[in-house]
């Protein structure tokens, strides 16, 4: 087993969001922002060795993200005619707040109360015709396939220059997507599982169990802490999240809940969002309506109990747990030296 404190080698996906009219470019993927993020990483691994000093490399892969774009072999890799996009249910947003079911308009205006902004991320119709969604599926996958193939690269690099073993690796991303799910496309502003929910694996040959997986929750904002514990230094006070290296070896969950919050600047729209093992609140800054969902009986998220009389009770215990985890959320920047 090697000496020292690990590498660190950071895997993510999705940065801007835009839209096109093509989905098959005629750039050369070997001209292609996924095809240069990975040269990139590489590069940077190769210098690594070479030099023999440690690295931390933020590997920010782009895709799979909207504009649904991307040069063959990888836009022609699925047919649209397999793909099974995500369906509204009919009447599940009839106990949403209002934003769920605008998105259900051809043309909804969401200025005024909610963004002065009209083109803010989600603010907008989402109908999409059904062979179109498929067509941008099918793209979404060959994106998919195309970032792996890069992936796969990188952990050859590994291999070869000898680092694998001492490499803590993680893959992951900073929110999901919707194809189709609850009536929605893209990213949203929506907190539902399918944005909330995201893709998680970590590598470290002789510390972290191959092929083992958890149901710990966990949080982005624990990453940096989880790094810093990993390589034996300090974890400064104003970090707001928790260390998970001994949940990432096997040991006991580190967090019971995690919270999400969504904020835009030029907006009335602002939503945090607390979850544990079995449920989800959802509350905004400035109106009565929210969210509740039981996770574990209604894992599609379809029925929302926030104005159920009978989850009253339920309600105010997970309002207090929001609370209580928000000011555990507040980090001590300095040990107090004064009693004054």
Same mark, same amino acid.
């Given at each position: 087993m090697p000496?020292?404190?690990? /590498?660190i080698? =950071?895997?993510?996906?999705d940065?801007?969001y835009f839209?096109?009219d093509? &989905?098959?470019?005629?750039?050369?993927?070997?001209?292609? #922002?996924? &095809?240069?993020?990975?040269?990139?990483?590489?590069?940077r691994l190769?210098?690594?060795?070479?030099?023999?000093?440690? *690295?931390?490399?933020?590997? /920010?892969?782009?895709?799979?993200?909207?504009? #649904?774009?991307?040069p063959?072999p990888?836009?022609?890799?699925?047919?649209?005619?397999?793909?099974?996009?995500?369906?509204?249910?009919p009447?599940?947003?009839?106990?949403? @707040? !209002?934003?769920?079911?605008?998105?259900?308009?051809?043309?909804?205006?969401? &200025?005024?109360?909610?963004?002065e902004?009209?083109?803010i991320?989600?603010?907008?119709?989402?109908?999409?015709?059904?062979g179109?969604?498929?067509?941008?599926?099918?793209t979404? #996958?060959?994106?998919?396939?195309?970032?792996?193939?890069?992936?796969?690269?990188i952990?050859?690099? =590994?291999?070869?220059?000898?680092?694998? +073993?001492?490499?803590?690796?993680?893959?992951?991303?900073?929110? +999901?997507h919707?194809?189709?799910?609850?009536?929605?496309?893209?990213?949203a502003?929506?907190?539902?599982?399918?944005?909330?929910r995201l893709?998680f694996?970590?590598?470290?040959? +002789? $510390?972290?169990?191959?092929?083992?997986?958890?149901?710990?929750?966990?949080? !982005?904002?624990?990453l940096?802490?989880? *790094?810093l514990?990993?390589?034996?230094?300090?974890? %400064?006070?104003?970090?707001?999240?928790?260390?998970?290296l001994?949940?990432?070896?096997?040991?006991?969950a580190a967090?019971?809940?995690?919270?999400?919050?969504? $904020?835009h600047t030029r907006?009335n729209?602002?939503?945090?969002?607390y979850?544990?093992? $079995? #449920?989800?609140?959802t509350?905004?800054?400035?109106?009565?309506? +929210?969210?509740?969902?039981?996770?574990?009986?209604? @894992?599609?998220?379809? /029925?929302?109990?926030?104005?159920?009389?009978?989850?009253?009770?339920?309600?105010?215990?997970? =309002?207090?747990?929001?609370?209580?985890?928000?000011?555990?959320?507040? %980090?001590?920047?300095? @040990? $107090?030296?004064?009693?004054?």
């Open positions: 000496d020292g404190p690990p /590498n080698l =950071l895997i993510t996906s940065q801007h839209s096109c093509r &989905r098959a470019w005629d750039l050369p993927e070997e001209f292609h #922002y996924t &095809r240069w993020t990975g040269e990139q990483v590489r590069a190769e210098g690594a060795a070479a030099d023999g000093r440690p *690295f931390v490399i933020m590997a /920010n892969f782009h895709d799979p993200h909207p504009p #649904y774009l991307v063959e990888w836009a022609g890799l699925y047919d649209p005619a397999d793909m099974v996009p995500g369906e509204v249910v009447g599940e947003h009839d106990r949403n @707040p !209002l934003h769920f079911r605008m998105t259900q308009e051809e043309d909804p205006d969401f &200025r005024g109360r909610f963004f902004d009209h083109a991320h989600g603010g907008h119709s989402h109908l999409v015709d059904r179109e969604l498929q067509k941008d599926m099918a979404y #996958y060959g994106m998919i396939s195309f970032l792996d193939e890069e992936i796969g690269r952990l050859d690099s =590994l291999d070869r220059l000898g680092l694998a +073993g001492n490499t803590l690796l993680v893959f992951t991303t900073d929110h +999901g919707f194809l189709g799910q609850h009536g929605l496309i893209a990213k502003i929506h907190h539902y599982e399918d944005l909330l893709p694996i970590v590598r470290w040959p +002789g $510390r972290v169990q191959a092929g083992a997986t958890s149901d710990a929750i966990q949080n !982005l904002v624990d940096a802490p989880t *790094f514990a990993a390589t034996g230094l300090e974890v %400064p006070g104003i970090m707001t999240g928790v260390d998970q001994a949940t990432w070896c096997g040991g006991e967090r019971a809940w995690s919270i999400t919050e969504n $904020r907006t729209f602002h939503m945090r969002t979850v544990n093992r $079995r #449920y989800k609140i509350v905004y800054r400035k109106w009565d309506d +929210g969210e509740l969902w039981d996770l574990q009986e209604d @894992p599609g998220e379809i /029925n929302n109990l926030w104005h159920d009389p009978g989850a009253v009770g339920l309600k105010c215990q997970l =309002l207090r747990e929001f609370m209580q985890a928000t000011i555990q959320c507040e %980090p001590t920047r300095m @040990p $107090r030296i004064a009693g004054a």
